[in-house]
């Protein structure tokens, strides 16, 4: 008797598996044809070692599609083009200029700053500036759009009210225009939290 073939529920999915950790890197579903009358032994998988990098070809009974290995910069486009802009942030670090990765990750906060997830928001921040290189010289004026654009993402928390999750992430060095340090005291005074008034003024010896 001839077993039955085992459909596919949907299509194909190629998956980058990390070998040392066995964490899933990507997970893609890939468009073939007829898939729905395909089961998973109608499936090959072949390498071919090129000049560059190898490619990989997926054959079914009705299709072949080749499948490169991503380069860096190509990683970084794709999460920029799948809305990944924190994954984009992290890979720019290898990939892009200092300008461009930066970019990635101010999206990444206005992503979280729509979605209301201020604590989100306040931690990258604070993460992606504070690993930024401030002083990269690919650019001239880097160093200034970067302290300018760490100012506005905090004001912009900072007008949400949202200054306990904030403050704590402000820096003092590099040392922030004035107005930003201002505004958290001034919140705190008009809020009567007096005790976070006088630790934020110690802490960042505010004259």
Known sequence: MEKSKIRCSGPPELKVID????????????ATKNYQNLSLND???GKYIGNRTPEYYLISASDVICV??????DRFKWFIEKNDFFKAWEIGAYAVSARDRLDAGLKDIGQL?????WGSAASHISTIFSNTDLSSAEEDGFYEYAIQKWQEMISALIEYKKVDEIAPLIPHNPKLDAPIYDSVLEYYLDTGDFSMFAHYIHLWHVN
Do not use: A, F, S
């Open 43 to 45: 499936y090959h998988l």
């Open 68 to 73: 490169r290995e991503l380069m860096l910069e």
């Open 113 to 117: 700053i729509d979605r209301k997830e």
């Open 19 to 30: 070998m040392v950790t066995g964490e899933e890197i990507n997970n893609d579903e890939v």
